[in-house]
């Protein structure tokens, strides 16, 4: 939920800033860039975590081990984010030119188009965007094994944490039993949550075109 938080208003922001806003010279550079980090293995953002974010936690909020759900909630948001920039991008270019201009030519400013005509207009593809960002966070294993601590306790955002799919990673070589249906039911929960969330979004992107059919 806190990865969520944080990735998804900075992905949503950065794609109308790429779509909308920024210079051709700029939109050149950072396109390409947000597709790489795409492309990256999960394992190596939880490397980049494990040299760097975490030491940075360690030395800031002065604890024994930076490895903590706050720097596996940042390294997630990370994770998120070419996923929520690309889809958002693609789909806010995707409406058409008229829109934007008579909004303008009704004396609407540039950035009250953006965000009272764009993007209400591309918010399926928004929608889409955020609901793959949502199941990458939700499934994300490597990275998070790397940094979250693996301890099963009680969640505490500068403690040390073990997320349900580490557990079943971690567990399911030797578990037996019991045991071994245990980990099947944390499996279970995962994928009854990522459908509520599908559903929670489709039922929301109904709504919105069914009031902007009354609108």
């Not at 764009?118 to 918010?123: G, S, T």
Request: glycine share 8%; with cysteine; charged share 10%.
């Amino acid at each position: 939920i806190l990865s969520i938080l944080i990735g998804v208003p900075v992905g949503i922001l950065t794609a109308v800033f790429l779509a909308e806003i920024a210079p051709k010279w700029v939109v050149n550079i950072v396109h390409p860039a947000v597709e790489l980090l795409a492309g990256i293995p999960s394992v190596i953002y939880g490397f980049f975590a494990l040299q760097i974010l975490s030491p940075f936690v360690k030395r800031v909020f002065d604890l024994p081990s930076g490895d903590t759900m706050l720097t596996a909630t940042i390294v997630l948001a990370i994770m998120i984010l070419p996923t929520i920039i690309t889809t958002c991008e693609s789909g806010l270019n995707a409406v058409p030119d008229l829109y934007r201009e008579a909004s303008l030519a009704m004396g609407a400013s540039r950035i009250r188009t953006i965000f009272k005509i764009v993007i209400p207009a591309a918010r399926s593809a928004i929608l889409s965007g955020v609901i793959l960002g949502v199941g990458r966070s939700i499934g994300e294993t490597m990275a998070i094994i790397m940094v979250a601590g693996n301890s099963p306790q009680m969640p505490n955002l500068l403690g040390s944490v073990r997320p349900m799919t580490v557990g079943i990673v971690m567990e399911m070589s030797y578990a037996t039993g019991l045991h071994r249906d245990s980990l099947f039911s944390i499996g279970l929960v995962l994928f009854v949550f990522i459908m509520i969330v599908n559903f929670l979004f489709t039922w929301i992107s109904k709504k919105g075109v069914q009031l902007d059919g009354k609108n």
